[in-house]
């Protein structure tokens, strides 16, 4: 449709093949739970794997000052709630900014940290 502003871009599971740096904001609606439901009979060490490499791809692929937005449903079944998705990307390199989550959803907004946990100079609030 004469659209010149988008690439399409195919990715895989573990390999979001986005460009480095590319990404000002990733947003995951209702992604993170399906992950987990969807791989729930693998086991954790599968998914914890599966994790790694996915928000690696994403944070890669945002620029420095970017954002990762992720909203979600709570699901006691499955031990998702705001404390715990916010635990499990500050392990991979994320560091929460703003969480305006509600008893029935979490809506969690990351920027990339240092190894440190510290957030880098240009991705200050």
Known sequence: ESIKN???????????????GAVDMAVLIHVYRGIVMGLDDKGPEYLASFFNSFFAGIRKALKADGVLAIIDNTDPRFGLSAGAVAGALEKRGFRLVSDKSDPREFMLFFRKSEPSGKAPAASQP
């Not at 988008?6 to 480095?20: A, F, H, M, N």
């Open 6 to 20: 988008i690439t399409p871009i195919l990715g895989s599971p573990t390999d979001v093949r986005l460009p480095p």
